[in-house]
């Protein structure tokens, strides 16, 4: 599966650049699929949003 913005590596970018002093705890990562808002916040929780598409549908099988 081909993924053009992905929120989990957003969120591990923003806390990374922000741990280090980089950026502030709420910024915007730019990516090919996007703009993912992000915002660190004090109680270590973090806050994101953006657009969402569906890149996958299907179902599952199981035999039994």
Same mark, same amino acid.
Do not use: H
């Given at each position: 599966?081909? +993924? @053009? $913005?992905?929120?989990?590596?957003?969120?591990?970018?923003? %806390? &990374? &650049?922000?741990?280090? /002093? $980089?950026?502030?705890?709420?910024?915007? %990562? +730019?990516?090919?699929?996007?703009?993912?808002?992000?915002?660190? @916040?004090? /109680? *270590?929780?973090?806050?994101?949003?953006? @657009? &969402? /598409?569906?890149? #996958?549908?299907?179902? *599952? #099988?199981? /035999? %039994?």
């Amino acid at each position: 599966v081909y +993924k @053009r $913005q992905s929120g989990t590596c957003s969120v591990a970018a923003a %806390v &990374a &650049a922000a741990y280090t /002093d $980089q950026t502030e705890r709420a910024v915007s %990562v +730019k990516s090919p699929g996007g703009v993912t808002n992000t915002v660190w @916040r004090e /109680d *270590w929780e973090m806050m994101i949003s953006g @657009r &969402a /598409d569906l890149v #996958f549908c299907g179902e *599952w #099988f199981v /035999d %039994v």
